[in-house]
Each structure stands twice: as structure tokens, then as C-alpha cells.
């Protein structure tokens, strides 16, 4: 069975940080791009970190770039999110994702995806 769990979700307050964490079983990441995605209610899903299969090349848009980083261990068949400089905008559902063949741009732009987790909530307030 093919499955995506994320983990380290929670309650933070502003200018903190929270590590987020995505392990796969049932298939392998090393030949995927992967994602971390957040959906606040009311909103379109939205990419805020992607890195590539092959060269670990990474995507972020504008929003989270110098506050979030995303990095792979294909040992342990997970990735991680690092948010640092957490803002009460941050707050959403945040999702991974992983897609065989697409650009990372391409992935973080269009919310592409193959295999998705099934979210964990991320809520940053005072």
C-alpha cells in the first residue's frame, strides 16, 4: 500500500519554528520531485517548497523563501520542512507531495503531485 505520512504539525507562535516531516511507505523517493504544500481555508493549495530527485535543486516561491527549507533523506524515505521565522499567515494545512516527472518550479507552481500525504496542521498565533 502506498502511503504518505507527515508529522510535527502543531501550535506556534509568531517568529517561531516548526519542523515538519513526511515519510513514505509503499514506494521508494528517490526517483521523485517532492513537495511541501499549505491550504489555508477559503484558499487555492499552494507550493512553498519543492527539491528535485536527481540534484537536490531546491524551488521556493517569494513567500517562505529564507524562512523555510526543504531537504530529503532517501534512506530513511523522508523529507523534511524546516519553518523557521513562522508568521500568522503561515497557518494552514500543509501537505507533501511527490511527483515522478516534473521541474520543481513546475511542481510548486501548479500543486502537481502523484502521491500526497494526508496534511497536518500548522497554526501560528499568539
Known amino acids: 500500500q502506498l502511503q504518505f505520512v507527515e508529522s510535527g504539525g502543531g501550535l506556534v507562535q509568531p517568529g517561531g519554528s516548526l519542523r515538519l516531516s513526511c515519510t513514505a511507505s509503499g514506494f521508494t523517493l528517490d526517483y521523485y520531485a517532492i513537495g511541501w504544500f499549505r491550504q489555508a481555508p477559503g484558499k487555492e493549495r499552494e507550493g512553498v517548497s519543492c527539491?528535485?530527485?536527481?540534484?537536490?535543486?531546491?524551488y521556493y516561491p517569494d513567500s517562505v523563501k529564507g524562512r523555510f527549507t526543504i531537504s530529503r533523506d532517501n534512506a530513511k524515505n523522508t523529507v523534511y520542512l524546516q519553518m523557521n521565522s513562522l508568521k500568522p499567515e503561515d497557518t494552514a494545512v500543509y501537505y507533501c507531495?511527490?511527483?515522478?516527472?516534473?521541474?520543481?518550479?513546475?511542481?510548486?507552481?501548479?500543486?502537481?503531485?502523484?502521491?500526497w500525504g494526508q496534511g497536518t496542521q500548522v497554526t501560528v498565533s499568539s
Open positions: 527539491i528535485s530527485s536527481s540534484d537536490g535543486s531546491t
Open positions: 507531495a511527490a511527483k515522478r516527472t516534473s521541474t520543481i518550479q513546475a511542481m510548486c507552481l501548479l500543486a502537481l503531485g502523484d502521491y
